[in-house]
């Protein structure tokens, strides 16, 4: 197996590129701001072939650069339709007061083809066996990725987050579609269950993984309690990630 990842542009936002291995076909999770130049130069370090797109959420720091990179190799995008929208118009997820700074620097629109992610879609694409989970909170079409245990056993499972999960944080909710209340539902819902072995690739930061957030991050513990009836609160909303 191989993830190239890099972060790209003014956010920093984590870009990968998963394939079987070197020298075959791949897919781009994540093609966000200034990240065209790093995409071409991992698939010609690695000889990879692209053969799709696939998107955790549509706010512009995650899809700014979806339309040259899906042009630059002749693939689809993979969205979900509650996030479509954005990449025509970021400012419907991220607020005018903040899309004004940017709007002048970026070109948006829509790849000739995109797809539509649903939850519990099982998607096989350049010899890879994702699995995706709608997981709502810090946008209305927050997905995330899931790749299983290699046959081998040499390579743990792996969890693709986007802005649900992160190292000790987990996504804002306070820009339009955000609710804190549908993030922690998510939360238990999506991450609780994996096992804690689990490495976790999250749309900005380091790695990390499921048994290091369980017995760490507050809002992760703050998501198991109330599962089971025991919830303190965490503080406020928050507000990690674009």
Not at 144 to 161: C, H, K, M, N, Y
Not at 208 to 224: K, S, V
């Amino acid at each position: 197996m191989l993830i190239a990842g890099f972060p790209a542009g003014a956010w920093g936002t984590n870009c990968y590129l998963v394939a079987p291995a070197a020298g075959e076909e791949c897919v781009i999770i994540d093609p966000g701001h200034q990240a065209t130049e790093g995409v071409a130069e991992t698939v010609a370090k690695h000889r990879l072939k692209p053969v799709a797109v696939i998107l955790t959420h549509g706010h512009i720091d995650h899809v700014a650069s979806v339309v040259p990179v899906c042009g630059a190799h002749g693939v689809p995008a993979w969205i979900h339709p509650a996030d479509r929208a954005m990449m025509s118009d970021p400012e419907k997820g991220i607020g005018r007061s903040i899309g004004a700074q940017l709007m002048g620097e970026l070109t948006v629109g829509e790849p000739d083809d995109v797809r539509v992610l649903s939850d519990g879609a099982a998607l096989s694409l350049a010899g890879l066996d994702l699995s995706v989970a709608y997981a709502p909170g810090h946008t209305k079409g927050s997905v995330t990725f899931r790749l299983p245990q290699a046959p081998a056993g040499d390579i743990p499972p792996v969890l693709f987050s986007g802005d649900l999960l992160f190292a000790g944080s987990v996504g804002r909710t306070d820009l339009p579609g955000g609710d804190t209340a549908e993030l922690m539902e998510s939360l238990g819902r999506v991450c609780l269950p994996l096992d804690d072995s689990t490495v976790v690739l999250s749309g900005h930061g380091p790695q990390t993984t499921i048994g290091q957030e369980r017995a760490t991050n507050p809002y992760l513990r703050e998501a198991a309690a109330s599962r089971t009836g025991g919830g303190t609160g965490t503080g406020g909303a928050p507000r990690r990630g674009m």
